[in-house]
Nanobody
Framework: QVQLVESGGGLVQPGGSLRLSCAAY????????MGWYRQAPGKQREVVAA???????DYADFVKGRFTILRDNTKDKVYLQMNSLKREGTAVYYC?????????????WGQGTQVSVSS
């Protein structure tokens, strides 16, 4: 059974930092592209950062220079280091795993972790 389990969310003041973790179970982690998404109240889910199976990374413009995505294939984990958090960063953050094999797309989501940025 595939599971993605996020942790590390919480309440933080504007300008503060948080580190999210996502542990993957039931997949060959190193083969998967991994990503972090977020969904704020009343808004659509949007991609925040992603890392390919080869270790390439990409970021949404609104987090470039502030967030870092890092994968550890020895622990089957992906992290999101979030610095200089802004109030608009308040959202549920989701971990995503994706793999394309012979035209079949395998995709999994975690349950999400709440991040609240407020003074």
């Amino acid at each position: 059974q595939v599971q993605l389990v996020e942790s590390g969310g919480g309440l933080v003041q504007p300008g503060g930092s948080l580190r999210l973790s996502c542990a993957a179970y039931g997949i060959t982690f190193s083969h998967y592209d991994m990503g972090w998404y977020r969904q704020a109240p009343g808004k659509q889910r949007e991609v925040v950062a992603a890392t390919t199976s080869g270790g390439e990374t990409d970021y949404a413009d609104f987090v470039k220079g502030r967030f870092t995505i890092l994968r550890d294939n020895t622990k089957d984990k992906v992290y999101l280091q979030m610095n200089s958090l802004k109030r608009e960063g308040t959202a549920v953050y989701y971990c995503h795993a994706g793999l394309m094999v012979k035209g079949t797309h395998y995709a999994y989501w975690g349950q999400g972790t709440q991040v609240s940025v407020s003074s």
